[in-house]
């Protein structure tokens, strides 16, 4: 129960050190007001025409009588649209992490900087194309992974009782855990900690996991707040990382702010 707290205690971290790092927390937005833009206007395009996908795609339904034509329909509609909020929730970190890699990367090596004994950061030595190659495997690997445990989560939901009480709160504890994988990759990547590697190291200390990725799973789910919090939510991660990694840890308070630019390639 111990690493519950230290794993929240990781999460605050990294909003106060984007906090006191102002510039960093203004390139840290950028990414994910252009992923919340895409993703808004996905989801808009499938309440709008939600319906009539479903109208499309069940043609047998056509010569059912009423209600049972409008319910069956209804109901695959709000069923779309729950799947598609599912999916955008399961797989916004991941999106706003490609698309702002070096912002990301930039920021974490920062961190790394600030907090390290000799203010050193380790860094890949990769070219910025090949980290996107790998930052986007290993991203997909774990959304597929993460759509599977939400289709099975969603299926549980029909359970009487459990499916209502029991099955939101795992949800939410395994929507954690993939929040955290993400997040985490950004540090562990530049360690070039392999994606097998990075699973196993957070299964060894799943509770320090789920304390920090399971109240960032909740607030993600607040319209905008995924925004706000990305970059810290990177900061914390790579704080956990040299946790996880046995690295030696210092306050950084002390240290000049580091220049905010991505560093160049």
């Known amino acids: 129960m111990h690493d519950l707290g230290v794993g929240f205690g990781y999460l605050l971290k990294g909003q106060r050190w984007v906090a006191r790092h102002g510039k960093q927390y203004g390139f840290g937005l950028v990414p994910g ?47 779309l ?50 980290e996107l190659w790998i930052s986007a495997r290993d991203s997909l690997r774990v959304v597929l992974r993460a759509l599977l445990w939400g289709v099975l989560l969603f299926a549980l939901g029909f359970i009487p009782f459990l499916g209502q009480t029991v099955v939101p709160v795992i949800g939410v504890f395994v929507t954690g855990f993939f929040l955290t994988e993400e997040l985490t990759s950004v540090a562990l990547q530049r360690r070039t900690v392999d994606a097998r590697s990075r699973l196993a190291l957070l299964r060894s200390r799943r509770t320090l996991v789920w304390g920090f990725g399971t109240p960032l799973a909740v607030a993600f789910l607040v319209p905008f707040v995924a925004v706000f919090l ?17 690295e030696e840890t210092e306050d950084g308070d002390h240290r000049e702010e580091p220049d905010a630019t991505p560093r160049p390639r």
């Open 33 to 79: 007001l252009i992923t919340l833009v895409l993703y808004v206007g996905a989801l808009v395009a499938l309440a709008v025409w939600g319906a009539d996908f479903v109208d499309w795609a069940t043609p047998f339904a056509d010569d059912w009588s009423s209600p049972w034509e409008g319910l069956f329909r209804g109901f695959l509609t709000v069923v």
């Open 81 to 130: 649209f729950a799947l598609g909020l599912l999916l955008s929730v399961v797989t916004f970190t991941a999106v706003t992490l490609l698309v702002g890699q070096p912002f990301y990367e930039s920021l974490s090596e920062k961190v790394d900087r600030d907090v390290s004994p000799d203010g050193s950061a380790p860094v890949t030595g990769l070219p910025l194309w090949r």
């Open 230 to 246: 990305m970059p810290g939510a990177v900061a914390g991660a790579t704080l956990m990382a040299r946790d996880l990694l046995g």
